[in-house]
T-cell receptor, first 116, second 111 residues
């Protein structure tokens, strides 16, 4: 049981380049999400998904796309990288069951992205 | 305590003492709250959660208190240990699927 895995760990992009950050979980969680973490700003939600085929925008979705074709994978695509997207990106997943009230999110180790 | 938009507060405590970390949340409709611990270079780790119909919830060495009247949340860590040194975040939820995080409090435990 690997939990939530993210690749790559580090990435440097030039302005205008595109790339995909990978996220996978092996816990059969319905809910998955992407956050970015900037110094002094805490974590901000980019996009989330409540199940395969369903995605929705979070607090800061501009410049990012997501898809959820399987329960396990939730990739985050940067369409045209900008210096403002320099940040640490975290993927998280949780189980949301009927009657459950606790949403313990499991976070991946993060991807540190620098855009020059 | 922490709140959205403020610089990262810091707290230093002596090993063995109790720690109290505070969080002011913004949305009076928030009905679910989580405390996370984040060690350097790692992702956040769930510590404890609480629903708005509770005032207090206890875990192992941790207690979360919720005061809805003043929109305030606190995390109490008993007998703080060096391994507790980390940044602590509170997160609030009001819409079921979106969590909003505070800016965090950095806890340093002095041996």
């Amino acid at each position: 049981n690997a939990g939530v895995t993210q690749t790559p760990k580090f990435q440097v992009l030039k302005t205008g380049q595109s790339m995909t950050l990978q996220c996978a979980q092996d816990m059969n969680h319905e809910y998955m999400s992407w956050y970015r973490q900037d110094p002094g700003m805490g974590l901000r939600l980019i996009h989330y998904s409540v199940g395969a085929g369903i995605t929705d925008q979070g607090e800061v979705p501009n410049g990012y796309n997501v898809s959820r074709s399987t329960t396990e994978d939730f990739p985050l695509r940067l369409l045209s990288a900008a210096p403002s997207q320099t940040s640490v990106y975290f993927c998280a997943s949780s189980y949301v069951g009927a009657g459950e009230w606790s949403y313990e999110q499991y976070f991946g180790p993060g991807t540190r992205l620098t855009v020059t | 305590g922490e709140s959205v938009g403020l610089h990262l507060p810091t707290l230093s405590v002596q090993e063995g003492d109790n720690s109290i970390i505070n969080c002011a949340y913004s949305n009076s409709a928030s009905d679910y709250f989580i405390w996370y611990k984040q060690e350097s270079g790692k992702g956040p780790q769930f510590i404890i959660d609480i629903r708005s119909n509770m005032d207090k919830r206890q875990g192992q060495r941790v207690t979360v208190l919720l005061n809805k009247t003043v929109k305030h949340l606190s995390l109490q860590i008993a007998a703080t240990q060096p391994g507790d040194s980390a940044v602590y975040f509170c997160a609030e939820n009001s819409a079921g699927n979106q969590f909003y995080f505070g800016t965090g409090t950095s806890l340093t435990v002095i041996p």
